[in-house]
C-alpha cells in the first residue's frame, strides 16, 4: 500500500462506522497556551474530552500533521521523527475500550491486512478488561504484557490535560541479531532491540490531570487514538526505515542530487542525508503553517530544526552549489506532500522563499561562527578548562545564530562539553529583557488577566444595532487589569453591553472605536477571552479612557454589514452545496471575513465546473428572491429535530439560536442552521454571489472561497477590465481572445523546440572539440577543460556524451555560473580504481578555494575564485596523469 491508500483506507473504515471526518487542524494549537505545537491527534479535541465545549459528533478521525520537539537531537537514526502524520479515532463519550479494541484489530488484521500472529498487545498494569479484549481478538495471552507507566502504558498529553491508561499494538519482526533478551527468547517490546514496532496506540482516556499532577475523572469516558502513517507505511511496504518508504525516497534522492552523496555511503553519510531530509520536511510544513524563524518560541524551534539541516548539508558538501539546495530539497517535499496537505502546496512558493532565506543566512554566520568558536575552544584549552562556558554559548546562539545544540556538537568535535545551566542562565536573562520591553506579548499575563476579569458578563446587542452608550467594566493595559489607559497605549476593554461581535463560528470580530468624553480608542478585533468575557482589542489614540467611564461604542458598519453579506451567503451556499453534490456534504469549517468567505466542506471527488455554476446560481437565485433572513432560539433537541444544521467546533447551550431562510409560502426552509453570528435582513441584501476559487484541501475535504456585494462587483469589473485590455494587446475582438492565445502558445512551443535542438547541436559540436584535444595516457584518455554550461545538469550531460565517446577516461570539467568556478569529474569504471573522482575534485576545487566530493565515478564541487580555474584545471592533467600512471590498486 503506498502511503495515500493508507490514509484513505483508515479514514474509509472509521467513517463507514459512523465517524465524522475532521480535517487536520494546524501544527500551531488554536487558543492553548499549555502547547508550543499540535503533538497529537487528539490535541484539537481536549475541549471535548475535558466537557468544555460539544464535539460535532461523538465519534471522530483524523490525520493529524504533527510536530514533537522532544526528538530533534534523535534524528538520523532509524525511527525518530519531529514531523509525522497521526491516524486517530476518537469517541467523546461514545464508545470505549471494547469497541476501540475491536475497531483496531479488525481494520489491521482483516482491512489493511498485517498479518495477526505478528502482534504483541500491552496493557495497563490493572487493566483485567483490555487484557481480556485482546484475548478475545485471539492474541495469545503470553503476547499480552502488562507494562505500568514506566514503560508509557498511562498517556498523559504533558504536564497537564486529559489523560488514562493505554494499551498498545507492537509488530514483531522477529529475533533481532546482537540482542541478549532475542537469544534468551526474552524480548518483548519494551526493550527496544529494533525487533518491535508500535503501530497503535489505544488511550482510554478518562482523567483530567492538573498542574499538582493530581487527577480527577473527566466528565465522560473517552477514546483517543493514534497510530503513526509512517510506521505502517514501514511494515506495509517492507522497508526497513521511514526513509525508504514513498512518503520519504523522493526526498532522500534530491539530497543525494544535490550533495553528490550517496544514501548508505556510510554511516555517518546516511545519518546527515536522513536528518536534512527529515528536518527540511519539518521545516516545510512549519512555515506552511505560519511559523517563522524567529529567536524565541516556535519560531526557534523551526530555526533549530533548520539550521541543523543546513549543518548537515554543509557536512555532505563543501563549499556552494548554485542557489539554495534547501529550497530544492524541499520542493521535493512538497511534490511529496503537496496532494495530501494542499495548504503546503498552495503555500509552497512562500515556504521555499523562507527556506532559501534562511540557508543563505546561516551559511555564512555558520562559516563565522565556527571559526570564533575555534577560538573560544583553543582559549579554554589554553586556560586548562574543557568546558566552554554558558556566556561563550550565548554569544554563539545570540550573535552568530548558532544553536545551543549545534554548539555542544561543533564542540564534542573538539573536545569541550559546554555549561549547560549557565547558557539556560544567559537565556533567562535575555528572556526578562525581552519581557519588559514586549510586555504586552505575554501569553501568561494576558491569561492572568481574562481570569481576573472572568466574573464580568458583557450583554451582546449586535444583533439589532450598531453603536451603543455603555460603561468600561474592566480594562487590561500594557502590563495587565488596571484603571485607565493613554494615547498610544494597547488596550483591550470590557464593557457592560456592546454592539461589537467577538470572533466565533467563523465570522470576525467586528472592528470600530469606543470613545468617552476624554479620549478615543480604535478596535481592531473583538474576542471572546473566556466563557462570556468579551474583549475589544485596540490602541488609544486620543486623550485616556478608564473603567467606569460612560463611551459610546461603534462597529464599523461598513465592514459589519459586508461580513453579513458573507455569512448569509455562507448559509445559502451550504444549502444550494446540499441540493446539486447530496447531503453528504457538511460544513467542516468556515472563515467569514468583510471582504470574503471561505467554506470547507466534506465531500469525496471532485465538484465538476457545471456542478460549481450550478451552486452559484442557486444562490444567487435565493439573493434576487430576496427572501427574509429570519432568528429565534430554540430548545437544542427541537431545533435538530426541525432539521437545523449544527456545526463544527460549535459551542450550543441548551437554547439554541436557529438562522433561517424560508419561503413565505412554503413549509421548506432552503436553509436552516444553528448559529451565533450576524446575518442580512433579507437575502436582497447580498448583492451578487461569485464563486472564486474550488479545490480539494485533503482528502474527503474541499474548499470554496466567494465574494459578494461590493467585493463581487469590483472582482467582475476587474475582470471585465483586463480582459478588455488583453484583447486590446492581441488586436482580436474579446470573444477571439482565447484562439489567439491558443494559436500564439503554439508558436512558443514550437520555437521552444527549436532552441532546445540548437542548444543540443551546439554542445554536441563542443563535446567533439573536446574529444580531439583529449591527451592518451596508456589508452586511457585525460581531459580537463572548461566549457559553456551554466548548470551542473548541463555539465552532467556532456560528461555522459564524452564518457560514451571517449570510453576509458578521466574528465573534468569547470564552467562559470556567475562568477562562481564549478567543477565536475567523472571517471570511467574500468579506472576508477586508479582515480577517485571525488578525491579529484575536491583538490581541484580547493585551488579555487572551494570544496565538494561525491562518488568515485561522479562527483561535482564548487569554488569561489573564478581568476585560478585555469590553474585548477592544470592540477587536475596532472593529479590525473600521476595517478594513471601509478601501479593499479585493487
Ligand atoms: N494521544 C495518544 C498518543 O499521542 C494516542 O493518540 O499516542
Redesign the pocket.
Known amino acids: 500500500m503506498d502511503s495515500d491508500q493508507i490514509r484513505r483506507t483508515f479514514l474509509d473504515y472509521f467513517v463507514q462506522r459512523g465517524h465524522r471526518l475532521i480535517p487536520s487542524a494546524s501544527l500551531v494549537p488554536h487558543g492553548d497556551p499549555t502547547l508550543l505545537f499540535t503533538s ?3 490535541v484539537p479535541f481536549k475541549p471535548y474530552f475535558m466537557g468544555l465545549a460539544d464535539p460535532p459528533a461523538p465519534r471522530l478521525t483524523s490525520i493529524q500533521k504533527c510536530f514533537r520537539t522532544s526528538d530533534v537531537d534523535a534524528v538520523g537514526d532509524a525511527s525518530h521523527l519531529t514531523f509525522f502524520e ?1 491516524l ?1 479515532n476518537f469517541s467523546v463519550g461514545d464508545y470505549f475500550k471494547s469497541e476501540a479494541v475491536g475497531f483496531a484489530w479488525e481494520l489491521c488484521t482483516k482491512v489493511v491486512g498485517f498479518p495477526a500472529d505478528r502482534f504483541w498487545a500491552t496493557v495497563y498494569t490493572e487493566d483485567d478488561e483490555a487484557f481480556e479484549l485482546w484475548r478475545r481478538q485471539g492474541v495469545p495471552a503470553s503476547r499480552i504484557l502488562r507494562y505500568g507507566e514506566a514503560e508509557g502504558n498511562f ?1 498523559t498529553m504533558g504536564e497537564t490535560g486529559p489523560c488514562g491508561p493505554c494499551s498498545e499494538l507492537h509488530y514483531d519482526f522477529g529475533p533481532q541479531p546482537g540482542c541478549p533478551q532475542c537469544a534468551r527468547d526474552a524480548c518483548h517490546p519494551a526493550v527496544e532491540c529494533g525487533r518491535f514496532l508500535e503501530l497503535w ?1 489505544l ?1 482510554f482516556m478518562t482523567y483530567y490531570q492538573a498542574e499538582d499532577g493530581s487527577r480527577t475523572p473527566l466528565p465522560k469516558k473517552n477514546i ?3 497510530a503513526g502513517l509512517e510506521r505502517w507505511a514501514v511494515v506495509l511496504q517492507g522497508k526497513e526505515t521511514v526513509y525508504e518508504t514513498d512518503l520519504f525516497a523522493p526526498v532522500i534522492a534530491e539530497v543525494e542530487r544535490q550533495t553528490g552523496r550517496r544514501y548508505q555511503e556510510d554511516e555517518a553519510t546516511t545519518r546527515a542525508i536522513r536528518v536534512v531530509a527529515e528536518h527540511a520536511r519539518a521545516a516545510a510544513f512549519l512555515i506552511a503553517d505560519g511559523v517563522m524563524p524567529s529567536n524565541e518560541g516556535r519560531g526557534y524551534v523551526l530555526r533549530r530544526v533548520l539550521r541543523r539541516a543546513v549543518y548537515f548539508l554543509s557536512r555532505l558538501h563543501h563549499g556552494h552549489g548554485a542557489g539554495s539546495m534547501l529550497e530544492r530539497i524541499a520542493a521535493a517535499v512538497i511534490d511529496v506532500m503537496g496532494a495530501a496537505y494542499p495548504d503546503l502546496a498552495d503555500r509552497g512558493g512562500f515556504v521555499l522563499r523562507v527556506l532559501a532565506h534562511e540557508e543563505e543566512k546561516f551559511a555564512q554566520t555558520l562559516e563565522r561562527g565556527a571559526e570564533l568558536l575555534d577560538q573560544m575552544v583553543e582559549e579554554e584549552r589554553a586556560g586548562g578548562s574543557d568546558l566552554l562556558p554558558g556566556d561563550r554559548v550565548f554569544l554563539l546562539h545570540d550573535t552568530f545564530g548558532l544553536p545551543r545544540e549545534l554548539t555542544a556538537e561543533l564542540a564534542r568535535e573538539r573536545g569541550l562539553r559546554i555549561d549547560d545551566a549557565g547558557f539556560e542562565r544567559e537565556m533567562a536573562a535575555q528572556r526578562e529583557r525581552a519581557r519588559a520591553a514586549t510586555k504586552f506579548e505575554f501569553e501568561e499575563e494576558r491569561l492572568r488577566a481574562y481570569r481576573e476579569l472572568a466574573h464580568i458578563r458583557t450583554r451582546f446587542l449586535g444583533y439589532e444595532r450598531l453603536t451603543a452608550e455603555t460603561t468600561v467594566a474592566g480594562l487590561i493595559g500594557p502590563s495587565g487589569v488596571a484603571d485607565s489607559a493613554e494615547a498610544g497605549e494597547d488596550v483591550e476593554l470590557v464593557l457592560l453591553e456592546t454592539p461589537f461581535y467577538a470572533e466565533g463560528g467563523g465570522q470576525v470580530g467586528d472592528t470600530g472605536w469606543i470613545a468617552s468624553p476624554t479620549g478615543r480608542v480604535r478596535i481592531q478585533d473583538t474576542q471572546a477571552a473566556a466563557e462570556g468575557l468579551v474583549v475589544h482589542r485596540g490602541r488609544v489614540e486620543e486623550g485616556w479612557i478608564a473603567v467606569n467611564d460612560v463611551v459610546t461604542a461603534s462597529v464599523d458598519g461598513e465592514k459589519r454589514l459586508a461580513t453579513m453579506r458573507n455569512h448569509t451567503a455562507t448559509h445559502l451556499l451550504h444549502a444550494a452545496l446540499r441540493r446539486v453534490l447530496g447531503t453528504h456534504v457538511r460544513q467542516a469549517g468556515s472563515l467569514v471575513a468583510p471582504d470574503r468567505l471561505r467554506f470547507d466542506f466534506t465531500h469525496i471527488g471532485g465538484v465538476k465546473a457545471e456542478e460549481l455554476r450550478e451552486v452559484q446560481r442557486l444562490v444567487n437565485e435565493k439573493i434576487r428572491q430576496d427572501v427574509e433572513v429570519g432568528w429565534r432560539y430554540a430548545p437544542y433537541q427541537q431545533a435538530v429535530e426541525e432539521g437545523a444544521m449544527a456545526l463544527f467546533g460549535e459551542k450550543y447551550g441548551d437554547e439554541v439560536r436557529v438562522v433561517e431562510v424560508c419561503e413565505p409560502e412554503a413549509d421548506a426552509c432552503f436553509s436552516r442552521e444553528l448559529c451565533g453570528g450576524t446575518h442580512c435582513l433579507r437575502t436582497g441584501q447580498i448583492g451578487l454571489f461569485l464563486i472564486v476559487s474550488e479545490g480539494s484541501i485533503g482528502s474527503g475535504l474541499r474548499r470554496i472561497e466567494a465574494l459578494t456585494g461590493a467585493a463581487a462587483e469590483e472582482y467582475v469589473v476587474a475582470q471585465a477590465h483586463t480582459l478588455r485590455s488583453l484583447a486590446d494587446r492581441l488586436s482580436v475582438p474579446v470573444d477571439e481572445v482565447e484562439r489567439r492565445v491558443a494559436s500564439l502558445l503554439e508558436e512558443v512551443e514550437s520555437q521552444r523546440r527549436r532552441i532546445q535542438a540548437l542548444e543540443r547541436e551546439v554542445g554536441r559540436r563542443e563535446v567533439e572539440s573536446l574529444v580531439a584535444s583529449a591527451e592518451r595516457l596508456d589508452g586511457a584518455a585525460v581531459l580537463a577543460a572548461r566549457v559553456a554550461a551554466t548548470s551542473f545538469e548541463a555539465m552532467r550531460e556532456m560528461g555522459d556524451l564524452l564518457r560514451d565517446r571517449l570510453k576509458s577516461a578521466v574528465v573534468v570539467l569547470a564552467a562559470a555560473f556567475g562568477d562562481r568556478p564549478n567543477f565536475l569529474a567523472m571517471v570511467t569504471p574500468d579506472l576508477t580504481g586508479r582515480v577517485h573522482a571525488g578525491d579529484l575534485v575536491k583538490q581541484v576545487a580547493a585551488v579555487t578555494g572551494g570544496g565538494g566530493g561525491g562518488r568515485p565515478d561522479m562527483a561535482q564541487a564548487g569554488g569561489k575564485d573564478i581568476s585560478r580555474l585555469d590553474e585548477a584545471l592544470g592540477l587536475a592533467r596532472t593529479l590525473a596523469r600521476e595517478r594513471l600512471s601509478s601501479p593499479k590498486q585493487d
Open positions: 497529537a491527534g487528539m497521526m486517530g498517556w496506540n488511550v483517543d487514538t493514534g
